[in-house]
């Protein structure tokens, strides 16, 4: 079971996310709500998912002996206009630097497992998934 805690900070509304693997990120909102001093949750969100396609294409791209030399993944997405301000439609570009020939079918297979096959992000925000709560004493 994967696992993350959010810790609130005592601070406005910033949190440290500790992950079960010991990692560690800041998340905190722009005034007037924080300050500014992470990212924000939904920012969070699309670089979860161009953290787990970049990975999976990295290493499908290194499977299919491309010569990239470089990747970044940029993630967008739109939100609704009124809360909960969901996002509607997210879009991942994955610009690629290449070192020589490579193939096209290749690359593009490569990515479409990367996205569609690999990745548990992707999988989890394209088929949904039930989320519950619950509450205990500190």
Known sequence: ?????????????????????????????????????????????????????????????????????SLDVEVEGDTEKEWPHAFTEIRINFKIGWNGEHDKALVQSALDMAVNKYCPVDATLSHGTKISFSQSTA
């Open 1 to 69: 079971m994967a696992k993350a805690v959010a810790h609130w900070s005592g601070q406005k509304v910033k949190f440290e996310v500790r992950a079960a693997s010991g990692h560690t990120a800041i998340i905190d909102e722009p005034p007037a709500f924080g300050d500014d001093e992470g990212m924000r949750p939904t920012e969070m969100l699309l670089g979860a998912l161009g953290g787990c396609t970049g990975v999976n294409a990295v290493l499908l791209l290194k499977k299919f002996k491309q010569p990239y030399t």
